[in-house]
């Protein structure tokens, strides 16, 4: 097509509006696809982004929850250590009595069998605060056993806390990690699709550029129905199969060229005109562009095209090209598009 114009053109002189029309073609084709490219980057960019929020979120949690253990078992410590303190001061009072009634029970003893009362009486106290002191001790004892095992309790949540920090910091690092990996993969993946549906793009201009009633509109190749059907009818005419050969020749020599981890289909969306129909076969346009879609699909599977790498939709009159109320608006509006995308 781009040719014939430029022959029109060396013709005519100085017709450069073909030329110019080409050129807006191309650059209305590239912005297009940077916008789709930047939108599926986008999306795959924040569930990336919302699962890096949910793993930081769960870390967070254990530290927190790690962090009110470890302020308890120091309140635990601080009760104890106080306790501790007052029985240390209990017992040594305690011991300071049991010193001042021995020296009493030594001075008793001194004076004689005259104060042998006072002695029983000094003896068994003395002996009650041997028994105080000897409890007192005991509780000491036990109460620094359970101090020893809270400090390592405390030395292990400490130690815990900062186990979980070091993970924290190493599963933040892994993630921007994996986050940088998968824009990496999803550039290289959309760059490859990219290339591919230039190519194809590139084989279908040069197999259909003679005809008028086929366009490029965006990233799309639109068929007019009258190519491939009758009116009425979702039945490839005789003269659209060789059409649609073209399509399936271009389809599979693609094929064989993109790598299999590239996941791409060819969608063929049907669309009708505004007038409506109703017949026993197609109540509405929605099953008339339905029918026609699958259609296609069906043809280019006999063609040997895969059927995983086919997808067929109907979008009736509610998508048209030109809304004018017009034969040759509607006349654009019946019509079968071809897209090369990603599942």
């Known amino acids: 097509m781009a040719l014939s114009r430029r022959g029109r053109k060396n013709n005519s002189g100085a017709d450069y509006w073909p030329g110019f029309v080409d050129a807006m073609a191309t650059l209305l084709l590239v912005v297009t696809f940077l916008l789709s490219m930047f939108m599926v980057t986008q999306y795959y960019i924040t569930q990336e982004s919302n699962s890096k929020d949910n793993a930081l979120t769960s870390l967070n949690r254990q530290i927190a929850s790690l962090t009110e253990l470890l302020a308890l078992e120091r309140s635990k410590k601080k009760a104890l250590e106080e306790t501790v303190e007052t029985l240390n001061a209990t017992l040594a009072a305690a011991q300071d009595e049991q ?11 001194s004076s004689g069998k005259t104060a042998d009362e006072r002695v029983a009486a000094l003896t068994a106290e003395l ?98 129905t009258e190519v491939l059907f009758s009116s009425g009818s979702a039945e490839i005419s005789p003269e659209g199969m060789p059409e649609l050969d073209k399509l399936a020749d271009a389809l599979k020599e693609l094929s064989n060229e993109i790598p299999p981890d590239v996941d791409w289909v060819l969608r ?45 939709a109907g979008f009736g009159e509610f998508h048209p090209i030109d809304p004018s109320d017009t034969e040759e608006a509607r006349a654009k509006n019946r019509r079968i598009e071809l897209k090369l995308t990603q599942k």
């Open 99 to 109: 010193n001042r009634l021995q020296g009493l029970l030594e001075a008793a003893g």
């Open 127 to 224: 002996e009650t605060e041997k028994k105080l002191s000897a409890e007192a001790r005991s509780q000491v004892a036990i109460l620094n056993q359970q101090l020893a095992e809270l400090r390592r309790q405390l030395a292990a949540l400490e130690a815990a806390l900062e186990a979980s920090e070091a993970r924290d910091k190493e599963a933040q690092k892994t993630i921007a990690r994996l986050g940088e990996r998968l824009n990496i993969a999803l550039a290289k993946k959309v760059q490859e699709l990219a290339q591919y549906r230039s190519d194809f793009f590139g084989k279908l201009l040069k197999i259909l550029r003679k005809r008028s009633d086929v366009r490029v509109v965006g990233d799309r190749f639109v068929f007019a």
């Open 268 to 312: 063929v969306d049907g669309h009708t005109d505004d007038r409506p129909i109703n017949s026993p076969l197609f109540p509405s346009n929605w099953e008339l562009s339905a029918a026609r879609a699958i259609s296609v699909v069906r043809y280019l599977i006999s063609r040997g095209i895969k059927p995983e790498r086919l997808v067929a």
